[in-house]
Structure formats: C-alpha cells, structure tokens
C-alpha cells in the first residue's frame, strides 16, 4: 500500500468529543479520529460513484484514513502506553509491566499506572493542551441567556500540529487517488460546533511513500518466546457471528494471549452518520495505547496482525505495531516536556485597517485594556521587589496629585525629579526631606521606571498612578510573634 502523509494545523481551538452525546459529562479525545477525514472525503461521494470506485474508497479496505496524532517538534507522537507503571509519589523510574515478575512486584510496592499524555520513540512526553469555555443558549424571544441551558466545550488549543497518514491500496488510481488529496487540502472544518467559534484548520499534504512496516523489531522476542503488540489505534473486535466483542483470542486465529502481561482499556460509543442524520449501533473498543503481550505467535499470525485487525480499518482502526522500541525496555525515564517552552496565550494589540466605526471604537478599547494590563503588571512586579518599609501613605497622595497635575509624562518626570538650583524649588523627591523619608533606593528605582515605560511603551503617569494607588495598600510586615516578649 502506499502512504500518503498530511500535516493538520489547528487555526481555532477544536472541540472532539469522544461521543455522539449532546447531554451529561462528555469526554473529550486527545487525538483525531480517521473517521473525520474519511467524512471530509465523502463529500465527493457522487463524485466517485461515477467512477464507481465509490466501494473501493469507501467501503472496502483498500482505502485507511488513519488518526491524527499531535507532533512533538516535527517527531511523530503514540499515545502513552498502558504498560508504563510507576511508584506512587514518584515520576521516575518508569516500569514496563510485561517485565515485571512477582519479585519485582513484592519489591516495588503498589505502582501506578501513566495514562495520559504521548511519547516519542525517544521517550519524550508531551500532553495536549485543552481550554474551557462556558456558553449559554440564547433566547431569541427575549434576547438573553436562555434559562436553564448552561453547557460548555472543552476544546484542544489552537496552534498545535498533527499528522496522519491515508494508506492506498495499489488498485486505487491515481486520478481518486488525487481527487483523496486535493478533497483533504480544500477541507478548513474540523470536529464539533464548527459553524461557531471552533473547528478552523489547515491542511496540508506531505509526501507519498511506500507503505513501511512500523515494527520496529518484530524477530525480537521477550522470555518465552513471546511479542508485544501495542495498540497504535483503537481496535474493534467481533467475534464468529460478527457481534462486537472485547475477547483479545479474536485478534486472529488460535492466537495465544499472555493475559497477566497484558494491559488493556475499553471504552464504547454510538458514532454519527451525518449523511444519514442517525446513529449507527454502539461499538465496543480496546483503546489507544493497550499492550498486548502473545507467545508463540508463528508468520502467518503476525503478517495478519500487522494487516490489521478487526473492523472499521478505513476509519483508522486495528492498527498495531510489534515490538515498538518503546517498549523494549524494563526500567527507564521519560523526559518531561518543559513547562517553559509552552506558548503562553498572550493577549496581543490588534491593528484592523478599516474605516467602520464600530469596529474601530472596540479596537481601541481593546487596546486600552491591554496597556492597562500591562501597566498592571509592572505595577505588582514594582511592588514585589520594592516593599514598603515604613508608611508614606500621604507622601504617595502627593505623588498621585503630581499625576492629576501633569499633562505630559516630562512635567511628570519634572515634578518628581528635577533637579533645580538651590534657590529654586526641586522636584518632590528631590529634596532633602523626601530622601530621609523615602530613602535614596527606592527614589532611584522609581525613577528608573520612567526608563523602563519607554522601552515597553508604556504610559508613564497611568503607571505612577497606579503605584501610588496600590503602594499604600501593601500591609506592613509585622514585627515580632508569639513567643516575642
């Protein structure tokens, strides 16, 4: 089969909901399920019927839209294996369960599993990073909040990176298989409520490829002849008479499982069919990131393994890769993804070249808010590294009548500091009397302020207003305490 690979980049925040429910608490997926771009291709469906290759695309197995998983500078990412255990309390080691024997177990205690998160085949961790938003249905009678229809949506941030794969069997054309591409790149809407606020993307095709094994070491064998399978999407298994069913001996024939190795989790939901505007039935599943341990697996089972297994595979289903490098291992450590390289999401000033007024009075005002919050926080941080020692509540009321007195930020900075001949007035810290109460140190580092407004452009009276207004405020630190006689 060939690859064709795709890059999705958030341009909004996405909601994906783990299921079809609109009431109750909603869980939300860490990755993009196959069957979104399988649906963004669907669009053509007339379009190949055609061609009547709509069976093939569609309806067969020679066509995989596979999930899309979040990309850790530029390096593909799977979902945190279920295998990973630590000690309680502890983030490292990490333990591989399928090693681990009853002496190991007596040793180490009670651990805990990791469930959360991705990794790298370096062992790099990386978490998906979600934001919530409160709504309210709207009333139209009325023009408010309609009452008692509250609901909120737990969105994946935007900005974030993703890659999936879209395998072809070789009897698809090329012209579907262009007509694949070209749909995948015009589609812009992603995920839940996308007429709204959320969904936007962009996607972007990378390459095609030959289809390669992602087995790393499939001839590589654990204690007993056995192989790790690990879960690289979400399976769904039915048994001989096609009911949905959750017994791993159906991952195919006569396959041995070593169930005390294994570490599994499940989950169901009821999927969407907007063509058909209903529900399909329920499907049962073994999620992303089970571990599955077999032993004596012979050629023939681990070439249908590595088919894939189960149903639904055009929606990215029943993939599994054996014996990852990821895996390999007893004990290791995961190397923690820096809190300090994350973006923050800094509110920015806006520039809208337009000449509407309405737009333009809220940009201003928007803009407005943000210098203020700037000025704000300059203000907390003057305020942490200058505490007030002593109380000069009237001399900062002083300060903020020389605000409401300047009307440039020179007369401003003239009015504190100038410093004038002798027998002239000087500015209000300038005079002997001012050092003795305020001290040089502190003088210096107001001052020192006024530098500081014009490299980050900054409104230097709103700032001195605004320390004269909450410098007051600090409470003294209080002397002495209980056992101070």
């Known amino acids: 089969m060939r690859e064709l690979v795709f890059q999705v980049e958030f341009k909004s925040d996405i909601v994906l909901p783990a299921s079809s429910n609109t009431e109750g608490k909603i869980d939300q997926l860490d990755f993009i399920a196959g069957s979104n771009f399988l649906g963004m291709v669907a669009k053509e469906y007339p379009t190949f019927q055609k061609r009547s290759t709509n069976f093939d695309i569609f309806h067969s197995r020679k066509v995989r839209f596979g999930d899309g998983h979040i990309l850790k500078d530029g390096k593909m990412t799977y979902k945190i294996p279920y295998s990973y255990f630590h000690k309680k309390l502890e983030t490292t080691p990490v333990f591989n369960h399928h090693f681990l024997d009853d002496k190991d177990f007596e040793n180490l205690g009670q651990l805990k599993q990791l469930r959360e998160g991705y990794i790298t085949k370096d062992k790099e961790q990386i978490f998906v990073d979600y934001v919530y938003s409160q709504k309210s249905a709207y009333d139209k009678t009325n023009r408010r909040s309609l009452d008692s229809n509250m609901y909120g949506y737990k969105a994946i941030k935007k900005g974030s990176v993703w890659q999936f794969t879209v395998k072809v069997d070789e009897a698809i054309s090329s012209e579907d ?12 809407r992603l995920g839940k409520s996308k007429s709204a606020e959320y969904g936007e993307v962009a996607i972007e095709f990378i390459r095609s490829e030959v289809s390669t094994s992602l087995n790393d070491e499939a001839k590589a ?8 399978l690990y879960c690289n999407s979400r399976l769904a298994l039915v048994d001989e008479c096609g009911n949905p069913t959750y017994d791993l001996k159906y991952l195919c024939d006569r396959v041995e499982v070593v169930y005390e190795k294994t570490q599994i989790r499940t989950s169901t939901f009821t999927p969407y069919n907007g063509a058909r505007a209903t529900k399909d039935y329920e499907r049962v599943c073994i999620n992303k990131g089970s571990v599955i341990v077999l032993k004596n697996a012979t050629e023939s089972q681990l070439d249908t393994i590595k088919k894939g297994v189960g149903a639904y595979l055009g929606e990215g289903f029943g993939e599994i890769i054996i014996n990852p490098s990821f895996l390999m291992k007893k004990e290791f450590s995961l190397q923690k993804e820096c809190k300090a390289e994350k973006k923050k999401n800094k509110r920015e000033k806006l520039d809208i070249n337009t000449k509407d007024n309405t737009v333009l009075f809220l940009q201003n005002r928007h803009n407005q808010n943000i210098d203020m919050l700037n000025i704000a926080n300059q203000v907390a941080d003057f305020i942490k590294i200058n505490p007030q020692k002593e109380k000069l509540n009237s001399q900062w009321g002083a300060i903020r009548a020389l605000t409401n007195q300047a009307k440039t930020e020179k007369e401003l900075y003239d009015l504190m500091f100038d410093k004038k001949p002798e027998d002239k007035p ?34 230097f009276i709103k700032f001195i207003k605004l320390l004269s207004i909450q410098m007051p405020k600090q409470k003294e630190p209080k002397a002495g305490g209980k056992n101070e006689k």
């Open 426 to 459: 000087k500015g209000f810290l300038r005079s002997k009397k001012a050092k003795d109460k305020w001290g040089e140190e502190l003088i210096k580092n107001i001052e020192a302020t006024k530098k500081m407004c014009e490299e980050k452009e900054l409104d």
């Open 221 to 228: 064998l654990l204690p007993n002849s056995e192989l790790v």
């Open 177 to 188: 298989e262009k007509l694949i591409i070209d749909t995948l790149k015009s589609s812009s």
